[in-house]
């Protein structure tokens, strides 16, 4: 029987949607999507799509190691933004941790995300080989 492993970030909204930051089973590891908050759940970088998509992939990294797992795992990312017109920054901070890994990845316009401070969101899937 494969273990389930969940992660959570202890965000308030959570329990109240039902979800897990990321969850493991067996190799694989599921991140949510995740948005830019600060360590007490306010948005971070209002406005700023570099330093949002920079503060998600770290709090991904963070699940995603949590579990087990390395950012060399990761095999897909899926880019969820609110102006793909800010594509050049949120793909500079994007490829500045995966340049070398080099996973699959979409970059998706959204009318909107879960509030308007948020302008980029990310998921994450890694399979952990090691």
Same mark, same amino acid.
């Given at each position: 029987m494969t273990t389930r492993r969940n992660f959570s970030t202890g965000a308030k909204w959570e329990p109240i949607v039902g979800y897990s930051r990321a969850v493991r089973i067996a190799d694989t590891i599921e991140?949510?999507?995740?948005?830019?908050? @600060?360590?007490e759940g306010?948005?971070?970088?209002i406005g700023d799509p570099y330093l949002q998509t920079a #503060?998600?992939?770290?709090i991904i990294r963070t699940a995603i190691e949590h579990l087990g797992g390395k950012l060399e795992d990761v095999i897909r990312t899926r880019i969820y933004?609110?102006?793909? @017109?800010q594509w050049t920054e949120i793909g500079k901070a994007h490829g500045e941790v995966?340049?070398?890994? #080099?996973p699959v990845t979409t970059m998706i316009e959204v009318s909107s995300l879960i509030s308007v401070d948020y302008i980029v969101e990310i998921e994450a899937t890694a399979i952990v080989t090691h």
């Open positions: 991140v949510s999507g995740t948005c830019a908050v @600060d360590p306010k948005p971070f970088a #503060r998600c992939l770290e933004v609110t102006n793909i @017109d995966f340049g070398d890994i #080099r």
